[in-house]
């Protein structure tokens, strides 16, 4: 393996210094060695942040990735042309840092809606993953040029306690853009949370405030991806710690899970319609069916959130290679997928990678 200094190591610079290509590169779609499929492609777009989330980002935010060596809107569009037409992915989520940084955001979206086309007919979903702070500004450009979904992070619905974990007093400008984005018709609108040791006694507060908002909450176990590197696994707030506070305000019941790939378990709240989401990631890891697959800012691909294991495909999309070329190194890359994260296990090593460096 080849690590050229990119100032994050063990990427690989040159496909061409990259062991001989393992698996089935011919195969259609991308499957791995443990039988899994993804369809379900992250773009990671900016590392640059508006927040500086004390679970993800270091408090002076993390190194500047020089313009050249971020994708454009065109090279990620050539990118989720080859992934939909010709690898079997089916949603595309733009993510970061974060996405509203990048000026250029409607142009990724339009470029990339114009070439989602399905090759069974449809279209795959566009959409991205946001703190939606300034979102109530750019919402209708994003949903002209081709916008589906979106999903938008907050924790707390208490300004001082947002203030604290984000290291930014921007609460009023989130809930602008939560109400922009219902306002544009972008629902069932997808509200994530991190959950944290003082996350948890604001955590009945936010599912009422997101009850009361018409708004989905899906709470998340916080992962070792922090920059700073202080999650430790004796201190983390489990899904059933979380239960038990829920359940002292709500009436929570659990309906049968349908799609065994969805990360989320969903609880009925209160009898219904409304539910809770809970994303066990390190206590009830649902690697064995993982469908994705990560491109990040600088245009490696990375199979696994947990696995530094990189392939750069912004060489090949800048030196003259073919799609079909594209194509064969995404799957030799996908092929070389990790079982699993091991994160709940004592000998868990973490990536070298934080979350806003890789795109959640
Ligand atoms: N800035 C956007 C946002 O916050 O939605 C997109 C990027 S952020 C890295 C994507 C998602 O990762 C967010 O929902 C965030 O809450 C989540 N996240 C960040 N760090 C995490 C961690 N250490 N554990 C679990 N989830 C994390
Ligand atoms: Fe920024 Fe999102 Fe990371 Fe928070 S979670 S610091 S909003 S990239």
Redesign the pocket.
């Known amino acids: 393996m080849v690590s050229l200094a990119l100032g994050i190591p063990g990427i690989r610079r040159d496909p061409a210094q990259l062991p001989p290509t393992v698996g089935r590169p011919d195969t259609p779609g991308l499957i791995d060695t443990f039988g899994r499929t993804a369809r379900d492609l992250r773009i990671s777009i900016t590392e640059k942040?508006s927040l500086r989330?004390t679970?993800?980002m270091p408090e002076a935010g993390l190194p500047a990735i020089a313009r050249e060596n971020l994708l454009t809107a065109t090279e990620i569009a050539r990118l989720v042309a080859i992934a939909v037409r010709d690898l079997g992915v089916h949603d595309i989520r733009f993510?970061?840092?974060?996405?509203l940084m990048r000026a250029d955001l409607a142009e990724i979206i339009r470029q990339s809606a114009a070439v989602a086309h399905l090759p069974g007919g449809g279209m795959a979903s566009i959409s991205m993953?946001?703190?939606a702070i300034g979102l109530d500004h750019r919402i209708h450009e994003l949903v002209e040029a081709g916008l589906t979904r979106i999903?938008?992070?907050l924790d707390t619905v208490d300004r001082d306690h947002f203030a604290r974990l984000t290291r930014r007093d921007r609460l009023p400008s989130v809930f602008a853009g939560i109400q922009a984005a219902k306002d544009a018709g972008l629902t069932p609108l997808k509200i994530?949370a991190?959950l944290m040791r003082d996350t948890l006694a604001g955590a009945a507060d936010l599912l009422q405030w997101c009850l009361a908002n018409g708004v989905r909450l899906r709470f998340?176990?916080?992962?070792?991806?922090?920059a700073d590197e202080a999650?430790a696994r004796d201190n983390m707030v489990d899904a059933a710690e979380l239960l038990a506070v829920l359940g002292t305000r709500f009436t929570l019941s659990q309906p049968h899970r349908d799609d065994p790939s969805a990360p989320a378990e969903e609880w009925t709240v209160d009898g219904g319609p409304a539910t809770v989401g809970i994303i066990a990631?390190v206590t009830r890891s649902f690697c064995e069916a993982c469908d994705r697959t990560r491109v990040t800012a600088e245009g490696t691909v990375r199979s696994c959130l947990f696995g530094d294991d990189e392939t750069d495909l912004r060489a090949l999309l800048r030196n003259g290679s073919d799609d079909a070329t594209i194509a064969k190194w995404w799957r030799a890359a996908q092929w070389g997928k990790q079982s699993g994260h091991g994160m709940d296990r004592a000998d868990f090593v973490r990536p070298q990678r934080s979350?806003?460096a890789i795109?959640?």
């Open positions: 942040c989330c679970y993800c993510t970061g840092g974060e996405p993953t946001t703190n999903n938008i992070s994530n991190v998340i176990e916080q992962m070792p991806l922090d999650w990631s979350m806003g795109g959640g």
